[in-house]
């Protein structure tokens, strides 16, 4: 069985938010689908454990942020690699309430959902929302995981990898160039500076950690 | 509420393929995601009045090709547009057994599921599957539902409708010209030859069907 037959499934970008209590929370999630149209439901999955996940059990409801090309990437750093346990996410982004739910200012649409059913797998849960909001954020368009991959990520490894590796930004390239990957979200640094010459205060484009947190790969 | 926000959501372009006793089957379909991945398992949403729906219930399996950007855009047509109920789909493609299930020779991969849980709506079953086995069929770019409306529908109306307008294929330019529309599957003719100058012998690029069946929209 060839595993990555599977990174060839197309997928968005997306925030998913909730509440937990009194705080806003969230975070970045690429499995969702829309299941039906009339009334309009959309499913997402969400592993167990993440933060998100006990606090959309606790409040029944969800939203969906869908982001953009254009969208700022520290929103992925911040919603993605980081746990809205110990800290409040939405402190360091522009966001509003709409309907109650706290929806990001920086994509290209949003949807609001109550859940209404749930699928539970060994690792992950599978919630399903019945639409109760949804509208545009901007004109923008929705960005796709291959998008992140590639152009976010700027990977262009010399070597000719398949799409695949690619695609998902593994390591996968046959030169022997040493590497430096963002050690908390595995971003790698494709730059024309050498890594070394960086500026001090150099930070990871995608979750904003740091140069000290970047691990040298040969 | 603003529904078409929720276009906003990125899928592929697939076909989930079955048994119906003795015959190959299977449909077109766009909400596939992957939901664990160990074991992997994949969720793939089909309609009730779907064929294939109640072929994978008693089968108890299904198998997705993940469609290329480059793969004949005549197989959308026959697993999208016609139903498996009246006629085998696979006697018009190139296809091979693996592992028991009928794979088209046109896609960048497979992914053969066993069904090992599902969910209900009102009008669509979410089956979830264990992976059983996947590979790689070509080294094709994956179609996106945006690339298939956008490039295979090749449409540009001239009054620059929205992008959404645009990804779904939607009749929205405010030009008042008029439009020639498959009334089997959809597709809507833009060439730059007019609809009534088309040799007789034209059919839709996307399903197949014949001149005759186009209607004519103001």
Same mark, same amino acid.
């Given at each position: 069985m060839e595993?990555?037959? %599977?990174w060839n499934i197309s997928y968005g970008v997306y925030i998913v938010s909730t509440w937990d209590g009194e705080r806003p929370t969230g975070c970045i999630?690429?499995?969702v689908m829309q299941i039906t149209s009339e009334p309009a439901t959309v499913a997402v999955s969400i592993n167990h454990d993440n933060y998100t996940n006990r606090c959309i059990e606790k409040s029944g409801r969800f939203a969906i942020i869908v %982001?953009?090309?254009?969208?700022?990437?520290?929103?992925? *750093?911040?919603?993605g690699f980081k746990t809205g346990k110990d800290m409040n996410?939405?402190?360091?982004?522009?966001?509003?309430?709409?309907? *109650?739910m706290p929806i990001v200012n920086d994509g290209c649409a949003y949807i609001i959902c109550e859940v209404i059913n749930k699928m539970e797998t060994d690792t992950h849960t599978v919630f399903l929302g019945k639409v109760s909001n949804a509208d545009f954020i901007s004109k923008g368009v929705p960005m796709t995981y291959a998008y992140y991959h590639k152009v976010i990520k700027g990977k262009s490894p010399k070597n000719a990898p398949t799409y695949i590796a690619d695609e998902r930004g593994e390591n996968m390239a046959t030169n022997a160039e040493a590497k430096y990957v963002c050690g908390v979200c595995g971003y790698e640094y494709d730059g024309?500076?050498?890594?070394e010459d960086l500026p001090d205060d150099y930070v990871c484009p995608v979750c904003g950690e740091p140069k000290s947190v970047f691990v040298k790969q040969d």
């Open positions: 595993q990555r037959a %599977l999630a690429n499995s %982001l953009a090309e254009d969208s700022d990437p520290s929103i992925i *750093g911040t919603f996410k939405f402190d360091s982004v522009d966001y509003k309430i709409i309907d *109650g024309d500076i050498p890594f």
